[in-house]
């Protein structure tokens, strides 16, 4: 079974305007920890933000947030504001255990800003 | 603090020959992985090292494939006798002993073509 769901293959979002990128996830374990990265047409993977499933606050980093709804198991990913150097692919991810590293990662989201 | 590197930054190779791939993590980062990502999909991951030790491969590894990191620093990833289904990114990361422990922050990439 897929351990992380991105639905959305592309989106297209006005600059200035917020875009909502949707993530599900799938997972037994009680303690996991979630993250976004950003791969530009450079290739690197950028980190953007983290979420533990103890914590009790949503994740925050600048303009990157991430509405984290643990029964739904989804962790979608908030960008305002939305600046042309945006346009990436963005993929979220997924550790799972204490003791494990490894990150599972979706199919990924293609985000076009439109000036 | 330089991030995490990788060399080269593109191979091409014909098939049945053997390639080797360098990574530089960040330093005093002591874990570090590998990951393999192909065309449109998420990075999957492959192998994982803390200090000197390989702590996990995955089934994705097989024989063909080697992972090392003989003194805790840089780590080599060879194929041997390349195959066409070879061609992908293949995405080194680190992350830190202490603070955000399991954040994963990733170098360039190398892309690998097997013709």
């Known amino acids: 079974a897929q351990k992380i769901t991105q639905t959305q293959p592309g989106m297209f979002v006005q600059e200035k305007e917020a875009v909502t990128l949707d993530c599900t996830y799938d997972t037994s374990d009680p303690s996991y920890g979630l993250f976004w990265y950003k791969q530009p047409s450079s290739g690197e993977m950028i980190f953007l933000i983290y979420q533990g499933s103890y914590d009790q606050q949503n994740a925050t980093e600048g303009r990157y947030s991430l509405n984290f709804q643990k029964a739904r198991k989804s962790a979608n990913l908030v960008i305002s504001a939305s600046q042309l150097g945006d346009s990436a692919m963005y993929f979220c991810?997924?550790?799972?255990?204490?003791?494990?590293?490894?990150?599972?990662f979706g199919a990924g989201t293609t985000v076009t800003v439109r000036a | 603090d330089t991030g995490v590197s990788q060399n080269p930054r593109h191979k091409i190779t014909k098939r049945g020959q053997n390639v080797t791939f360098r990574c530089d993590p960040i330093?005093?980062?002591?874990?570090l992985y590998w990951y393999r990502q192909t065309l449109g999909q998420g990075p999957e991951f492959l192998t994982y090292?803390?200090?000197?030790?390989?702590?996990?491969k995955s089934r994705l590894l097989s024989d063909r494939f080697s992972a090392e990191r003989p003194k805790g620093s840089f780590s080599t990833l060879e194929i041997q006798r390349t195959e066409q289904g070879d061609s992908a990114m293949y995405l080194c990361a680190s992350s830190p002993r202490a603070g955000r422990t399991h954040t994963q922050y990733f170098g360039p990439g190398t892309r690998l073509t097997v013709l």
């Open positions: 330093s005093e980062h002591n874990r």
């Open positions: 090292f803390q200090n000197e030790a390989q702590l996990e």
């Open positions: 991810a997924m550790r799972e255990g204490q003791g494990d590293y490894k990150l599972s």
